[in-house]
């Protein structure tokens, strides 16, 4: 595939000088990048082998303070170094940074045992737990964002506030609309496709400014692994055309949230033959499969909506789901089935844009699993509108809620461990925490004056 590289590849490239530079990184527990930039040299000397970080990395929250009260590591434990194992099938050129390549990693310990707590490692234990019944798992991932015409440091110095999105009206599927953002959406397509990461389309979504634009459906790990590049160049390309953009989920109340809409199936094991689908219609698998994420669904919500602002989405009529229920081709629905023969799948609406796809993709793939493993039955399809019922199971309504969820969660902790839940439960207590103790703008307009 272009844009892949293999250390061969990589070393005549860097003995050219056509490459110098290579990004060393791995996702930490909020999805983005983090790493290192070594020269190509030292990447060949060394690097490629493995390298060090310190371990408060997978205990940090958004800002980058090293949160208290994680096992895994502290200042009494002195905050040491963990090891990063290159995984080299991830090595790609990075085409939009000039004389760049870039590998992903997975975080082991000096005995290169990985841990439990890394998201990649999550998301590969699940993908295990599969294998060892035959099948694989194919998935792909749809974000939406938001292009701004103020640039990173203007939107900063603005507070955020009175931003100009690079759009005026609503406009989804619009495309004289979206011929305005051509110069940056052409440069994000072109620029995936040549990094490795197969584009199928962008367009226009309802937000003014708001944008789609959707991979190519893969195997789980690497759709994985093509998301996070893939979202943090959005990023970088929109900077370097001196614009912003925002994958939050809720950037703004009276504006559609950010989504990212997961789509699953199984696979036997050889990848050719679909598991949800036979010659007769839909399997017995896929029933209980789908019946896993329906029991499952308001317990693993943290690992799809895992900050406040995440739960400010799920809006009646906004096309963002309410409720966990499945359908066929139902946007109301929190589960739609949508394709048939080889193409049947099961999209996921709960997760927004600021979701961590190796946590989502892995919390998908272990309540599925429960389903296949409980032989649960799959209740009859829900018909019409799902925000108007008001007797079904709902998605949790807070951060808070669903953080008592997952801590409660049999499931999720016979699947992922006890240590792997205590950690993402203590992550979503601080963050919780860290919201209630902020004075926001709606209450000094609210009480400031008034209270």
């Given amino acids: 595939m272009s844009g892949r590289l293999d250390m061969a590849g990589l070393e005549s490239l860097i003995a050219s000088g056509e490459i110098d530079t290579v990004v060393a990184a791995f996702t930490d527990m909020q999805g983005r990048l983090i790493g ?91 993908l295990g737990r599969l294998g060892a019944k035959g099948f694989t798992a194919k998935m792909a991932s749809e974000l939406e964002f938001y292009v701004f015409d103020d640039s990173y440091a203007e939107a900063r110095a603005k507070h955020y506030r009175d931003l100009k999105t690079a759009g005026w009206y609503i406009e989804d599927y619009h495309v004289l609309e979206t011929t305005k953002r051509e110069p940056l959406m052409r440069a994000i397509r072109n620029g995936m496709e040549a990094a490795g990461i197969p584009v199928q389309e962008s367009k226009g979504e309802w937000g003014p400014g708001q944008e789609e634009l959707n991979l190519v459906y893969a195997e789980a790990l690497e759709m994985a692994d093509r998301h996070v590049i893939y979202k943090n160049g959005v990023k970088e390309i929109a900077y370097l055309q001196g614009k912003a953009v925002s994958f939050m989920a809720k950037w703004r109340a009276d504006l559609a949230g950010n989504s990212c809409h997961i789509h ?130 709902s998605v949790p309504r807070s951060l808070r809620e669903a953080v008592e969820r997952l801590d409660r969660s049999e499931v999720l902790r016979a699947a992922m461990g006890d240590e792997v839940i205590d950690h993402y439960v203590h992550a979503g207590r601080w963050e919780q925490a860290a919201f209630d103790r902020a004075v926001t703008d709606w209450e000094l307009v609210r009480y400031f004056e008034r209270g």
């Fill in 36 to 126: 290192k930039r070594v020269t190509g040299r030292f990447f060949l000397d060394a690097v490629h082998e493995e390298w060090h970080a310190c371990n408060y990395l997978l205990t940090v929250d958004m800002e980058m303070e090293p949160v208290p009260g994680f096992k895994a590591a502290s200042w009494d434990k002195g905050y040491g170094d963990f090891v990063v194992k290159p995984d080299l099938g991830t090595l790609r050129r990075i085409p939009w940074l000039p004389g760049t390549a870039l590998v992903l990693g997975d975080i082991c310990d000096h005995e290169g045992n990985e841990l439990a707590i890394s998201p990649r490692t999550m998301l590969k234990r699940q």
């Fill in 264 to 393: 699953g199936s199984l696979w036997h094991e050889d990848g050719d033959r679909p598991a949800f689908s036979d010659g007769h219609g839909e399997t017995a698998l896929f029933r209980q499969f789908l019946a896993g994420l329906l029991a499952v669904g308001g317990d693993m919500a943290y690992f799809l909506a895992p900050y406040v602002n995440s739960y400010k989405r799920f809006q009646a009529g906004s096309f963002a789901p309410t409720n966990l229920v499945w359908s066929r081709d139902n946007r109301t629905a929190g589960f739609r089935v949508l394709g048939h023969g080889p193409s049947t799948r099961i999209e996921c609406r709960v997760p927004g844009a600021d979701v961590n796809p190796y946590l989502a993709f892995a919390a998908f793939l272990a309540a599925g699993l429960h389903g296949i493993e409980a032989k649960l039955e799959l209740g009859p399809e829900f018909r019409g509108d799902a925000y108007k019922s008001g007797d079904v199971p």
